[in-house]
């Protein structure tokens, strides 16, 4: 069965660091990976996927998320952290193009 | 470009009530389209999905069903609403033929009193 972790629950950082949300999964077949970021009480917006092809995978608003196949893990990260960052990320992953499978999320705060 | 809406986007209503939201899209035809929810605090769960008109395939068996009548049309319906089906519903699309890349509404905030 695939499952995604999601290491952390609520994550903060200040305006300017570096970001780093961790992403775990388990797949029993090679899996298409997401990250979604959700604003409050709006829909998820995709950030970024990675499907095939280079493991380095660069999305919107300066984030990006590197595939480690041998770590299992899919982290997303981002250099210099805004105060419009703050939001829920969602890892998720499909195996081979099927349905999504969610993480439980992470909330991230930036501190001015 | 493709577009996806939800209505409403508030709703509170009262314990036994029934329900129906509703999600549309455009810009896009067949698409796959699903309904997932948001309870307070836990992460998304899969509710229902559609790879075409009067197809749905139910994740978890609950208080709710969905229909889609239309192409681009989905619709989730509660016969008699409980507490706890109170949470955040957030449609979505994904293109004919996939189920990975999804695209998701604005959502809908149902309180159940």
């Known amino acids: 069965a695939q499952s995604v972790t999601q290491l952390g629950s609520h994550v903060s950082v200040s305006e300017g660091a570096l970001v780093l949300l961790r992403c775990n999964y388990s797949?029993?077949?090679?899996?298409?990976l997401f990250w979604y970021v959700q604003y409050p009480n709006q829909g998820l917006q995709l950030l970024l996927k990675?499907?095939?092809?280079?493991?380095l995978v660069k999305g919107i608003n300066g984030f990006e998320a590197e595939f480690k196949k041998s770590e299992t893990s899919f982290h997303l990260t981002k250099p210099s952290a805004h105060m419009s960052d703050a939001a829920e990320y969602f890892c998720?992953?499909?195996?081979?193009?099927?349905?999504?499978?969610f993480g439980q999320g992470t909330e991230l705060s930036v501190k001015p | 470009s493709q577009t996806i809406h939800q209505w409403p986007a508030t709703l509170v209503q009262p314990v036994g009530s029934p329900l129906s939201l509703e999600c549309t899209v455009e810009?896009?035809?067949?698409?796959?389209l699903y309904w997932y929810r948001q309870a307070a605090g836990r992460g998304l769960q899969l509710l229902f999905y559609?790879?075409?008109?009067?197809?749905i395939s139910s994740e978890v068996p609950q208080n709710l069903s969905a229909s889609r009548p239309q192409d681009r049309q989905f619709i989730l319906s509660s016969k008699k609403l409980l507490l706890s089906d109170s949470g955040f519903y957030l449609c979505?699309?994904?293109?004919?033929?996939?189920?990975?890349?999804?695209?998701f509404g604005p959502g809908t905030r149902l309180t159940v009193l």
């Open positions: 979505a699309w994904s293109m004919s033929g996939l189920l990975d890349t999804q695209y």
């Open positions: 797949s029993s077949v090679p899996p298409y």
């Open positions: 990675y499907t095939t092809g280079a493991t």
């Open positions: 998720a992953v499909s195996p081979q193009g099927g349905k999504l499978i």
């Open positions: 810009g896009t035809s067949n698409p796959n």
């Open positions: 559609s790879v075409g008109i009067g197809q």
